[in-house]
Nanobody
Framework: VQLQASGGGPVQAGGSLRLSCAAS????????MGWFRQAPGKEREFVAA????????YYADSVKGRFTISRDNAKNTVYLQMNSLKPEDTAVYYC????????????????????????WGQGTLVTVSS
């Protein structure tokens, strides 16, 4: 699967952005999808993940209540709605698709771990100013 992230940009603290990740290649609805981010000088960290149907979602504590992950399988796209943005949310945001396959579905044993994901988008930069 090929992933293309978009929607990043500059925003003031307290503002909102919606990131999109468009997928092509294989059956998008077969993949657990995740969002990660990497701030300058820091390691990549988990942000959010969503299961195949969108019925289960997972969030890092740092974004819970402010960010919402969703997906539209008809459009082969996963979204990350980011509200109440803070300067510490500044990072390059990456979308990723799950690594392991069973019965035609791609899943993660633990959605919080980046090595559980195989394909990654190119990243989109979010810059939050105070």
């Amino acid at each position: 699967v090929q992933l293309q992230a978009s929607g990043g940009g500059p925003v003031q603290a307290g503002g909102s952005l919606r990131l999109s990740c468009a997928a092509s290649g294989r059956t998008f609805s077969s993949y657990v999808m995740g969002w990660f981010r990497q701030a300058p000088g820091k390691e990549r960290e988990f942000v959010a993940a969503i299961n195949w149907s969108g019925g289960s979602t997972y969030y890092a504590d740092s974004v819970k209540g402010r960010f919402t992950i969703s997906r539209d399988n008809a459009k082969n796209t996963v979204y990350l709605q980011m509200n109440s943005l803070k300067p510490e949310d500044t990072a390059v945001y990456y979308c990723a698709s799950a690594r392991y396959v069973d019965g035609g579905r791609y899943y993660t044993a633990c959605p919080y771990l980046d090595y559980e994901y195989e394909y990654w988008g190119q990243g989109t930069l979010v810059t939050v100013s105070s």
